[in-house]
């Protein structure tokens, strides 16, 4: 059965993000009620979404996110905003259950066969007839009742929000405005004023900087986080591996047991001199093909030196032709049988008799050969003996973690138990910051072990955190060894970096105020004006200029031009511009029609989006967590004291 679906690896990931996407809806919206618990985080309709449903959402979004991330950081996946992501996948697919329910979405086993049969998604999973290929899905643990349903229901869903994007339709207005908003080229000057250019000028006091150090907004900025210098222990796989010997006699055992994993194909380089006579040519033509090829034959068999020179000029395969009839390398299974067979046959320099196959006639030279002989045992021991190791290492996993667990738990004052016990090193970590993603933690970085790390057990009475799974087959416990909580540090401490905050704002600042003298100027006296030539922008055409630059420069209503502004352009500094005219517009019908085309899909798309904001309102969504964005907010202003 797995065989099967390897040797079908690249049709079948496609069904997988099919299969993934209707398990997620099917596991959230079905065999969940036996076991969920009473913590309700949201209800939708008449259903509630429990915290057990809000975690196996979350774990299916994260093995699809797995699937087409394989090496993306395994913390990364516990963050805030990927669980809230799958909270929102939970109200989104409820509430368009709860509408198929009301509207009476109904798909007929005539439809849902013919999707089936023809969608491209289920081609791995479609037998030649046309029926349901079950092997694959049991490789897969879903059985087929199971999968009709699930697509059933995807097909009802899709129906919720399908009937909105494909009848939406623009007005001939707002298709014109839009084609006139990306398209329009407007004539502007402008001249950039850079804070570099103003630093010389400032000198702050003390006094100076102590008022803008105590400012409020600067609090956050130099505020310094909550963080700790940790005590943990890891438990995995490569630990254990380190622990296990394998004698030298398994070793060898195994090598003799697996040779053929050790031994590389044969792989054999040819040429060959082609006669193409296809299967329905004439007798007549066929035979005459196979004459010519018997005669290059006996000319090659004579002098082998003749056989390049004879295929440049004479075969009909013009892929190796102008090689002198090189084939390279290839293993069996790459040629036609007869040609492989003849191939294989062959010794080394030897030229073979003419060989039918479908193409035509060939005389068959073979060049070289390669492979087919098992690596020494030398050569691949180090290989058998990690494989060795990882195996046994896996099997004493399952009972060390179990131990691994009770012991961080049951001695949760000290790791110094669990490590003498398992042979694992106590490491120490320094400045660990609360917030994850701040910085690189390694296996500290992640949002569970964090919070469990920075929980009131684990930080005010100096506990062990319980055993937290942080990747693949991965425990850790961690313990804080001294806390830091979230303080602003004295004003001498940052000097420095207070001046540098400071220069930096007022250079800005008295660059705005050079940009707008100027400008006052030069609107009053316009030929005393020191700007730049012109050029074009147009939000097709984007060069150097900043974005906020050609915002500015578009947004001007044209009644009003020529027209001058000043710009800010963040740690740039500031932009003075002078917007000249709206040139002529100049499109072509097939772009004219392309943007049309695309604004109507952006249009149909705002119209769903819309219908389902209103569906939740109809369904009065009701959410008692708090976005993933405020908690973090509320959690850095809980830090922070304020």
């Known amino acids: ?216 907004a600067m609090s956050a900025v130099f505020m310094q986080p909550e963080r700790a210098d940790v005590q943990y222990v890891v438990l995995d796989i490569d630990t254990l591996k380190q622990r296990v010997t394998v004698s030298e006699d398994d070793l060898r055992k195994s090598y003799q047991d697996n040779i053929k994993l050790y031994t590389k194909d044969e792989e054999r380089r040819a040429s060959h001199i082609l006669i193409k006579a296809e299967k329905s040519a004439p007798a007549a033509a066929r035979q005459a093909a196979k004459a010519k090829a018997e005669q290059l034959q006996a000319q090659v068999a004579k002098d082998p030196s003749l056989f390049a020179e004879l295929a440049r000029k004479n075969s009909e395969d013009p892929g190796s032709a102008v090689n002198g009839g090189d084939l390279d390398f290839f293993g069996r299974g790459a040629m036609v049988k007869p040609f492989e067979d003849t191939t294989f046959a062959l010794k080394k320099g030897e030229i073979s008799k003419v060989v039918e196959s479908d193409f035509g006639y060939h005389v068959i030279m073979l060049t070289d050969v390669r492979g087919g002989a098992a690596q020494p045992f030398e050569e691949v021991r180090s290989q058998i003996e990690d494989d060795a190791r990882k195996q046994l290492a896996q099997r004493q996993y399952a009972e060390a973690a179990e131990k691994f667990s009770n012991m961080v738990y049951e001695q949760s004052d000290s790791l110094k138990p669990v490590a003498d016990e398992l042979k694992l090193t106590i490491q120490s970590a320094s400045d660990v910051l609360r917030r994850p993603g701040a910085k690189d933690q390694g296996v500290l970085g992640g949002q569970r072990i964090l919070e469990a790390l920075f929980g009131s057990d684990a930080r005010t009475k100096a506990r062990n955190t319980e055993a937290i799974e942080v990747g693949p087959s991965k425990l850790v416990s961690a313990r804080i060894v001294k806390y830091y909580p979230a303080a602003k540090p004295p004003f001498e401490q940052v000097q420095a970096q207070v001046r540098e905050r400071w220069i930096a704002r007022e250079s800005v600042a008295a660059a705005r105020r050079d940009a707008e003298q100027k400008l006052a100027l030069w609107k009053q006296a316009p030929d005393k004006a020191q700007l730049p030539a012109s050029v074009q922008m147009s939000r097709r055409l984007v060069f150097s200029q900043p974005p906020q630059v050609l915002d500015a420069a578009l947004r001007i209503p044209e009644k009003q031009l020529p027209a001058w502004q000043v710009v800010d352009i963040g740690n740039e500094g500031v932009a003075l511009l002078k917007v000249n005219k709206v040139l002529p517009l100049q499109i072509s019908a097939e772009e004219e029609q392309e943007t049309r085309n695309q604004f109507a899909h952006y249009w149909a798309k705002a119209e769903s989006d819309a219908y389902l904001r209103a569906l939740k309102r109809e369904y009065k969504l009701d959410v008692k967590v708090k976005p993933a964005a405020a908690k973090a907010s509320e959690a850095e202003k809980s830090a922070s004291g304020g």
């Open 1 to 216: 059965m797995f065989d099967l679906v390897r040797n079908n690896t690249r049709l079948f990931g496609g069904v997988l993000v099919v299969l993934i996407a209707i398990a997620f809806i099917g596991g959230g919206l079905q065999g969940y009620e036996s076991f969920m618990s009473n913590d309700t985080v949201a209800k939708v309709a008449d259903h509630k979404i429990s915290q057990t449903e809000w975690d196996a959402a979350h774990r299916k979004l994260v093995e699809r996110l797995r699937a087409q991330a394989p090496e993306a950081d395994a913390a990364s996946f516990d963050a805030p905003e990927v669980k809230q992501r799958a909270l929102d996948m939970l109200l989104r697919d409820y509430t368009l259950m709860a509408a198929v329910r009301d509207q009476r979405l109904v798909v007929p086993d005539t439809r849902l066969a013919r999707i089936f049969q023809t969608a491209p998604d289920f081609a791995a999973i479609r037998n030649a007839d046309g029926s349901l290929n079950t092997k694959v899905l049991e490789a897969q643990g879903v059985s087929s009742e199971q999968f009709a349903g699930q697509l059933r229901q995807q097909i009802s869903v899709g129906q919720v929000l399908g009937g909105v994007e494909q009848t939406g339709v623009s007005s001939k207005v707002a298709n014109r405005q839009a084609v006139e908003a990306l398209f329009q080229v407007r004539d502007v000057q402008w001249l950039k004023f850079e804070p570099k250019n103003y630093v010389a000028q400032l000198n702050p006091t003390p006094e100076q900087l102590r008022k803008f150090f105590s400012e409020p």
